[in-house]
T-cell receptor, first 114, second 111 residues
Framework: KQEVTQIPAALSVPEGENLVLNCSFTDSAIYNLQWFRQDPGKGLTSLLLIQSSQREQTSGRLNASLDKSSGRSTLYIAASQPGDSATYLC?????????????FGTGTRLKVLA | DVKVTQSSRYLVKRTGEKVFLECVQDMDHENMFWYRQDPGLGLRLIYFSYDVKMKEKGDIPEGYSVSREKKERFSLILESASTNQTSMYLCATQQGTDTQYFGPGTRLTVL
């Protein structure tokens, strides 16, 4: 059964720092992997979607990488800002489940200090 | 922009009540999902639907049912609410294998 783990559960960094959030999954047979952002008490916003054939995706200050063979993905945030404070979730879509379903990690709660 | 709306942001119900949570999307997406989110457990899939009147159970369907009579609307029903169904409920939509778009969530408290 696919499991998704995110470490650390929480992280505090000073403004301007570059940082890396980690996501690991147990079964490399996936359609894609997605990173989301969630602000307190709100829904999820998609940040980056990486198909299984891709190695990375970039959007602005965000870069996500995917290494299927090792079951790992990283989300790199450059020059962090207080507005980046949120919970970041990764989710994988397992081949065994079809294309509809995602398995989510429990997230990393990021706080960027001004 | 994709818009996914949920009928209530906050809801308080009593044990045993029948509860309806509604989700409406404006992008003609085929797939719609209901998740619940609990601290330490993350998001867990309750039910999903890939077409009108079509549904499949997710990982935790017990105590819930769903209805999709129109493509844009997906309802989650708690037949007899219990305190362990107190949670944040999130609806999402998806077209094919594209990204999932989430609504703002409904925080349900069952007393």
């Amino acid at each position: 059964k696919q499991e998704v783990t995110q470490i650390p559960a929480a992280l505090s960094v000073p403004e301007g720092e570059n940082l890396v959030l980690n996501c690991s999954f147990t079964d490399s047979a996936i359609y894609n992997l997605q990173w989301f952002r969630q602000d307190p008490g709100k829904g999820l916003t998609s940040l980056l979607l990486i198909q299984s054939s891709q190695r990375e995706q970039t959007s602005g200050r965000l870069n996500a990488s995917l290494d299927k063979s090792s079951g790992r993905s990283t989300l790199y945030i450059a020059a962090s800002q207080p507005g980046d404070s949120a919970t970041y979730l990764c989710a994988v879509s397992p081949l065994a489940s079809g294309t509809y379903k995602y398995i989510f990690g429990t997230g990393t709660r990021l706080k960027v200090l001004a | 922009d994709v818009k996914v709306t949920q009928s209530s942001r906050y809801l308080v119900k009593r044990t045993g009540e029948k509860v309806f949570l509604e989700c409406v999307q404006d992008m003609d997406h085929e797939n719609m999902f209901w998740y619940r989110q609990d601290p330490g457990l993350g998001l867990r899939l309750i039910y999903f639907s890939y077409d009108v009147k079509m549904k499949e159970k997710g990982d935790i369907p017990e105590g819930y049912s769903v209805s999709r009579e129109k493509k844009e609307r997906f309802s989650l029903i708690l037949e007899s609410a219990s305190t362990n169904q107190t949670s944040m409920y999130l609806c999402a939509t998806q077209q094919g294998t594209d990204t999932q778009y989430f609504g703002p969530g409904t925080r349900l408290t069952v007393l």
